[in-house]
C-alpha cells in the first residue's frame, strides 16, 4: 500500500529534480504520514489509522468520531 492518508487523501508528489545545470531526474515528495492508535469509546475498540500530521489536528479539532465517520463515508474499511 502507498503512502497516503485515510482522512485527507493526500499521496505522493511527483515532479523533477532540477541541477544547476538544468539535468532533470524524478523525485518523488512524500506525506508526513503517522500510524496513530485512536480509541473509539461508541465501539468500545482501537483503532489504527493511517494520516498526515495535517490529519492529526483535524482528528483533535473535530474528534475522532466525526474523523472516523469521514473516512468511511469516502467508502474506506476500518
Known amino acids: 500500500m502507498s503512502a497516503h492518508c485515510q482522512l485527507t487523501g ?3 508528489v511527483f515532479g523533477n529534480n ?3 545545470s538544468h ?11 503517522q500510524q496513530r492508535r485512536y480509541w473509539l469509546p461508541r465501539e468500545d475498540r482501537y483503532v489504527r489509522l493511517t494520516v498526515s500530521a495535517r490529519a492529526i489536528k ?11 465517520a469521514r473516512i468511511r463515508a469516502r467508502g474506506e474499511k476500518i
Open 58 to 68: 483535524t482528528i483533535d479539532k473535530i474528534g475522532v468520531e466525526a474523523a472516523v
Open 23 to 33: 539535468r532533470r531526474t524524478r523525485r518523488r515528495w512524500n506525506p508526513n504520514i
Open 18 to 20: 532540477v541541477s544547476h
Open 10 to 12: 493526500v499521496k505522493p
